[in-house]
């Protein structure tokens, strides 16, 4: 029998290539964990030294805090730091209260306001992984009051759960309103609701801030639920997280921990008197220390890597991650910060903020004012570190100050990402197309292409091209440095050649086992530094 040119080349007859594709086919179906898994390991910290580095800003970040509070004369305070699910660092300052001279401690219990939020999402979808209920019920199969509702046009949908959690219902902003709402009565809240509501938008067509939104939610989960909201609060989220020193009312506050609300009027602090919890309270009515509260913040920073392993709850880490991402945009802001051109865009997740900025690709955060506090919570998934500071002066403004504090951190070179990790048949792939590279076979090339990839491009095209990139670069590659993962399936090296460098990519197709549907191989500079895909790009 004759051979192909090429054929006789390799040095493998047909007999011989049937049994090398064979070979290549059998390679391909290994155990799951094997060698062609496509299952990736959780992403992790490859900095060992990675805590001792974040940990230096403390001193700077403790001087920055009580500046802060100087300036704008906060009454008590107190702020932490979160590293991998612990409070690594907790300080407060300050009176509790002004009239006797009770000085602030980290055991002070502090009102959160809006932060009170995301609890409130919890609740929703603990109920809705139990399925009693659904995000795209109609508000009012659980709140009969609202079934008489005149909404702002004929074709508007009705309100769901989920417009309701993402402040997308339609409802006007009310912050100044709904500050003065929280001890309103069930009984008060059902006449309001059955009064009517205005709309300022068509519900599911825009972002509006709505107390009276999550207002609505707790009256879901407690006709849901059938017990006070309070009471569900309590026994299904705050006791099984030991949030034990968190509450709704603050009378229920011992009097020694309690740090009361001050505004600031005239250069004197005025005592602004606490409400009582009513209906609106699940929007803002919660009281918690710092230890509890960076319980909370903890809780949801574990939802990320997503990985195998025990899920406790009480709410499933999927689901907790499902809360941090954004489920409604809120928009885009363009601002000048030291001479660069920043942006931030960002919008509402479950009772959450969400963010990116081209310093952070995912910020959570939430902030919490009412007459007498201010507070703030806000982590960053991917780098495993959060911050919450707690005030007792009206709106506090923390934001500015968090920010700050997160620059510091990152100037250590410790807040950096989790880094991805290549699922198994990646790693072989990677390995595969290396050898490619270096000198090309057929079979090799047969056993590893997606069935689209020289249908894209001939095999015989893609040889000479990859050859002449190897002859202009002058041969003898070898991989060097990174293998730089996007996710599980798909990454980029450098290959270090006699008098060049190239890069070459890679994407896997979603089959079982997973093959190179695109593969580029072109020529970089030396000294080019390959990094993790930027989220965008500061330009002065």
Request: glycine fraction near 10%; aromatic fraction near 8%; charge should be positive.
């Amino acid at each position: 029998m004759r051979k192909h040119p090429l054929l006789l080349l390799l040095g493998l007859g047909v007999a011989e290539l049937s049994t090398a594709r064979l070979s290549a086919a059998q390679s391909q179906t290994s155990l799951p964990g094997g060698a062609m898994s496509s299952i990736a390991p959780p992403a992790r910290f490859a900095d060992p030294a990675r805590r001792e580095k974040l940990r230096t800003a403390i001193p700077r970040i403790d001087s920055l805090m009580r500046r802060f509070a100087e300036q704008q004369r906060v009454p008590g305070w107190a702020y932490g730091i979160v590293i991998d699910g612990r409070l690594e660092h907790v300080v407060a300052g300050g009176l509790r209260n002004v009239e006797q001279r009770a000085a602030t401690d980290t055991a002070t219990v502090f009102r959160i306001a809006s932060m009170s939020k995301s609890f409130a999402a919890v609740a929703i979808l603990q109920l809705r992984d139990a399925g009693k209920l659904s995000l795209d019920d109609p508000a009012e199969r659980y709140v009969p009051e609202l079934g008489s509702l005149r909404y702002a046009s004929g074709d508007a949908p009705k309100i769901t759960i989920r417009h309701l959690l993402t402040h997308s219902a339609g409802f006007p902003e009310d912050n100044p309103w709904g500050d003065q709402q929280l001890d309103a009565s069930e009984e008060a809240f059902s006449a309001m609701m059955r009064s009517g509501i205005p709309f300022s938008t068509t519900p599911g067509t825009a972002y509006e801030y709505s107390n009276y939104g999550f207002a609505i939610l707790g009256r879901v989960v407690r006709n849901v639920a059938g017990m006070p909201y309070a009471q569900y609060l309590r026994e299904r989220i705050l006791l099984p997280l030991g949030m034990r020193h968190t509450y709704l009312e603050s009378a229920d506050v011992p009097a020694e921990r309690l740090a009361y609300g001050y505004r600031l009027e005239d250069g004197s602090w005025k005592l602004e008197p606490p409400l009582p919890d009513g209906a609106f309270g699940v929007m803002g009515g919660m009281l918690t220390t710092p230890a509890d509260l960076s319980r909370w913040v903890a809780f949801m920073l574990d939802a990320w890597p997503s990985r195998d392993g025990a899920d406790a709850g009480p709410l499933s880490r999927s689901s907790r991650r499902e809360m941090q991402q954004i489920q409604r945009y809120s928009g885009l802001s363009t601002f000048v910060n030291a001479g660069s051109i920043a942006s931030n865009a960002g919008g509402y997740g479950y009772g959450l903020r969400v963010s990116e900025n081209c310093d952070i690709r995912v910020n959570v955060s939430h902030t919490g004012g009412l007459p007498g506090y201010g507070s703030i919570m806000r982590w960053l998934p991917e780098e495993g570190v959060g911050i919450i500071a707690l005030g007792s002066l009206t709106y506090t403004p923390w934001t500015p100050i968090v920010e700050q504090a997160i620059t510091m951190l990152r100037e250590t070179g410790g807040l950096v990402r989790r880094e991805l990790q290549p699922a198994p048949v990646l790693e072989t792939r990677r390995a595969q197309v290396t050898r490619l590279v270096q000198q090309w076979s057929t079979p090799l090339a047969d056993s590893l292409a997606a069935m689209n990839l020289f249908r894209d491009e001939s095999a015989e095209r893609r040889q000479a091209l990859i050859a002449t990139r190897v002859r202009e670069a002058g041969g003898e590659c070898r991989n060097e440095g990174p293998f730089v993962v996007e996710n599980a399936l798909r990454g980029r090296w450098r290959m270090r050649c006699a008098r060049g460098d190239l890069l070459v990519g890679i994407t896997l197709a979603p089959t079982e086992p997973a093959t190179v549907q695109l593969l580029n191989v072109q020529a970089i500079r030396p000294e080019s530094e390959l990094r993790p895909a930027a989220t965008c790009r500061r330009q002065n």
